[in-house]
Nanobody, 117 residues
Framework: QAELVESGGGLVHAGGSLRLSCAAS????????MGWYRQAPGKQRDLVAQ???????TYADSVKGRFTISRDNAKNTVYLQMSSLKPEDTAVYYC???????????WGQGTQVTVSS
């Protein structure tokens, strides 16, 4: 069964940094678009950053210049480097895989990121 396991969340002061990791198993990782989403209490889950199989990057406007998504196909892992964190970045961050073989999407269990002011 496919699995996405996030790690690296935690509590950080405003202006600090965190790096999230998402290890994928039993999916065709190199053929998958990988992304990070986040959901704050009472709000919808929104795309934060995405990297496709060709390395094309997409970022939410709110994180451009502060967050960097990357992937290591040899390790089946996607990363989200977060810098200059703000209290409004506080949310549960979810890893997402959009696979083409088979055509299916997967979600991780989420990791909490809390930024204190």
């Amino acid at each position: 069964q496919a699995e996405l396991v996030e790690s690296g969340g935690g509590l950080v002061h405003a202006g600090g940094s965190l790096r999230l990791s998402c290890a994928a198993s039993r999916i065709a990782f190199s053929l998958s678009t990988m992304g990070w989403y986040r959901q704050a209490p009472g709000k919808q889950r929104d795309l934060v950053a995405q990297i496709n199989t060709g390395g094309t990057l997409t970022y939410a406007d709110s994180v451009k210049g502060r967050f960097t998504i990357s992937r290591d196909n040899a390790k089946n892992t996607v990363y989200l480097q977060m810098s200059s964190l703000k209290p409004e970045d506080t949310a549960v961050y979810y890893c997402h895989a959009d696979c083409i073989l088979p055509k299916r999407q997967y979600w991780g269990q989420g990791t909490q990121v809390t930024v204190s002011s």
